[in-house]
């Protein structure tokens, strides 16, 4: 298409026949350079700068990972396993496994059926709509720091918000805190807050791609509204909710801010009863430790895991979308 | 085939008959939701919006005040503007990270932008070997967890000399495989063939094209993509907080310092986090629907 040519209508591209009606001046010697360099020039940026922050720090993530290797002191002997023998037999690594995991559980699936909810009463043909759609958006614009602080007061265990209202109907103080299972609650909750919203419009543009004539002929067929939802919306919107569940799911496994924010000395509770695997990273490579060979032992495992969890993602998207599903429509719909 | 619409029915039967029709019309059609629906997306929104009240509700009270009373008032009280002047005051460095991510959230913004632009133009619109295999390249690059190369970005970082400079911050965000693939989706619909030809015609270089003619197309995915980015460099935590420290903060960073100094006056911290979260309130009254729109456009292309 782009390549020099006097005639417009002579189509994208000029055969690159041998015969060339005209002379073949530096002009556009250069002309045919620009065409042939610029698209790779332009994408060169991101390749450029993903090698050099995304890829390279991965690959190098293996290599740290084999040797002793400190953070001020630099790379010291090769050690083979060792740092993994290391981080394999230590508690906090398996507390910080089991943490991220049961947070991100809880963040996760509750997350999902609220969003579905909300993203159900949305699809309505509501009044003033852009106003509803902004108002589940307004966390977003909270930083999670931010979020965590203020969660971190209404989960406190003394004198917190939570607490206080369960006082009220009569329910002991919960250990927010202080125990694991509810830290995790509470974590789980910063990330609903979050989060919760933005998901919701992302199925809500799903749940509009959905041909309206599929309800119809459900009315038709005296189907109830409830039917509806789970025959018709949830088959239709599938997808969307896989891609949902896949990018939290790579989002969720790395989680930091919240549980480093959820008290003020971030060692994730005097029992790392909320202690996350990125904190575990942390803490071995920057914290006490400084051992950058640990770290990235950690960060290999934990790089390991979120592959295996994506694939097993891809797997089940691939089964389901073979399955039944029938192609998302990808025109939005107007109302 | 589907019924025929309520004004139709209105000219053929009668006012009643559209009536009728109107009220028995199926789910998502002409049809107003009950007072259910309003409740509960009320709810939603209360719940969306009280934490941040209640934010504010501490940062306008004491800390004595706060110890004996999780519910200080249900009303703001008036030292929010006091707390709000210990924050700045305070040794933490508050106006430097408020410049700070202004400096970094504005330079990731523009240059995502730009480069993603120019990116989603060359896949989008020319033609070149390795088009649709590089294409996948970057769709697959969104799914990779960079954030666990930490380390050894750290020692590149280090080696640079860039470790508690800004720089540190900036560079790697400055284009962003979901900007690229944004642009690429924009662009492929948005720009036509056309007027790429006509310019090229012209005799204007490839440059010179994408400056004046796949830029302004790109306009109003290029504003949503930037304040996607904008938030997210606002927002960031992690790095920033591992590269940066204690002595050139991003506002996130502040907040950590300043819960660790301060963490005895709750009220002065709900200060800290109602001043950090006031700009991007800001931003949101301004361009809260191009935020909805880009999240709801970028699903259904996903």
Known sequence: ?335 | MSAPSVPYIRQTAGASAARFAKRTRGYGSERRPGWVTYLLLTVAIIGSILPLYYAFLLASSDASTIAQNPIPSLIPQGNFLENAGKVLAADINFWKALTNSLIVAITTSVSVVLFSTLAGFAFAKLRFRGRNGLLLFVIATTAVPTQLGIVPLFIVMSELGWIGKLVAVIVPGLVTAFGVFWMTQYLESALPYELIEAARVDGASMIRTFWSIALPAARPAAVMLGLFAFVGSWTNFFWPFIVLGSTNPTLPVALQLLQASYFKDMSLIMAGVVLSTIPLLVLFVVAGRQLVAGIMAGAVKG
Do not use: C
């Open chain 1, 1 to 335: 298409m782009a390549t020099s040519t006097t005639q417009p209508r002579a189509g994208r591209r000029l055969p690159d026949s041998p015969r060339p009606p005209r002379r073949v001046g530096f002009s556009q010697t250069l002309g045919r350079w620009d065409v042939k360099v610029s698209p790779y020039l332009y994408i060169s940026p991101f390749f450029l700068l993903f090698a050099l922050t995304g890829l390279f720090p991965l690959a190098y993530t293996a290599y740290v990972s084999v040797y002793d290797w400190h953070l001020l002191g630099g790379q010291g002997e090769f050690v083979g396993f060792e740092n993994f023998a290391f981080v394999f037999q230590e508690p906090n690594f398996w507390k910080g496994l089991r943490n991220t995991f049961s947070i991100f559980l809880l963040s996760t699936i509750p997350q999902l059926m609220v969003a579905v909810v909300v993203a159900a009463l949305l699809d309505a043909n509501l009044r003033a709509r852009t106003f509803w759609r902004m108002g589940v958006l307004v966390p977003y614009v909270v930083a999670p720091v931010a979020v965590a602080l203020i969660f971190g007061k209404l989960f406190a265990d003394q004198s917190g918000l939570v607490n206080t209202v369960l006082g009220f109907a009569g329910v002991e103080p919960i250990k927010w805190h202080g125990s694991v299972l509810p830290s995790h609650a509470a974590i789980a909750s910063m990330v609903n807050f979050r989060w919760t919203g933005y998901n919701t419009l992302i199925l809500l543009a799903a749940m509009q791609a959905v041909p309206r004539d599929l309800y119809e002929a459900a009315v038709i067929d005296g189907a109830s509204r409830l039917r509806q939802f789970f025959s018709i919306t949830i088959p239709q919107i599938r997808p969307t909710i896989i891609f949902v569940v896949i990018t939290s799911t790579i989002g969720g496994l790395q989680i930091f801010d919240e549980p480093r924010m959820f008290d003020q000395t971030g060692q994730g509770g005097p029992g790392r009863q909320w202690m996350t695997v990125t904190m575990y990273i942390y803490e071995l490579g920057f914290g006490n430790q400084k051992s950058f060979g640990r770290a990235a032992a950690v960060a290999w495992v934990l790089f390991l895991i979120i592959l295996a969890v994506g694939m097993l993602n891809f797997w089940l998207t691939r089964r389901i979308a073979s399955e039944s599903t029938p192609k998302q429509a990808r025109k939005k719909v107007k109302r």
